[in-house]
């Protein structure tokens, strides 16, 4: 049962793949299903871990790993088959660069760093999932007006999820920074 939560982030790492080859194979529908179970791991995985009180180390470290896998990814591959606006993606992944970035440099540094996804972030993690699914529902209907809002409100979300991440640890680039 310990091991339950962690199988699960892992199974969403080695989903990605197997998504990212249907949905450049234009086979949606498995790319959907595909899609659905990773981001359904995302969710069970961390009320797993609270409720089975086994929450890990590894599991913290590796759950946000995990989800920026499987969503730059994700976005990478609808951006290359035009399904996404391409500064979504772009926008998506340097903030993800950012975060990663700033953990990395505290580690070298050795700044004590207690990551814990803000609720703006967990907000945003769920658009970004519930937008590419939207995009793999819709992809060959006649909604693109639907898909350009959500991509406004895609970026918009991980926008202000990057600025809160910022706002929130301002502290650790004054460490960084300060000679």
């Not at 791991?41 to 790993?65: T, W």
């Not at 990478?76 to 975060?99: E, K, N």
């Not at 991509?151 to 809160?164: C, D, H, N, Q």
Request: net charge positive.
């Amino acid at each position: 049962m310990k091991l339950i939560p962690n199988l699960l982030t892992v199974s969403r790492i080695l989903l990605t793949p197997i998504f990212i080859y249907y949905a450049m194979r234009n086979e949606f529908l498995y790319a959907l299903i595909i899609f659905v179970i990773a981001a359904v791991s995302d969710f069970l995985d961390g009320y797993l871990a609270r409720r089975l009180g086994v929450v890990s180390k590894f599991g913290a470290i590796l759950d946000p790993v995990a989800d920026k896998v499987l969503i730059d990814c994700a976005y990478c591959a609808l951006s290359m088959l035009g399904y996404v606006p391409f500064v979504v993606s772009v926008v998506i992944i340097l903030r993800d660069l950012m975060i990663v970035s700033a953990v990395l440099l505290c580690m070298v540094r050795k700044i004590p760093l207690q990551m814990r996804p803000s609720w703006a972030s967990k907000v945003n993690t769920t658009i970004q999932l519930v937008h590419v699914i939207m995009v793999l529902i819709f992809y060959h209907a006649s909604v693109q007006y639907l898909m350009d809002v959500l991509a406004l409100v895609v970026l918009g979300s991980t926008l202000y999820s990057g600025a809160e991440y910022a706002r929130q640890y301002s502290w650790v680039l004054q460490k960084l920074f300060r000679r």
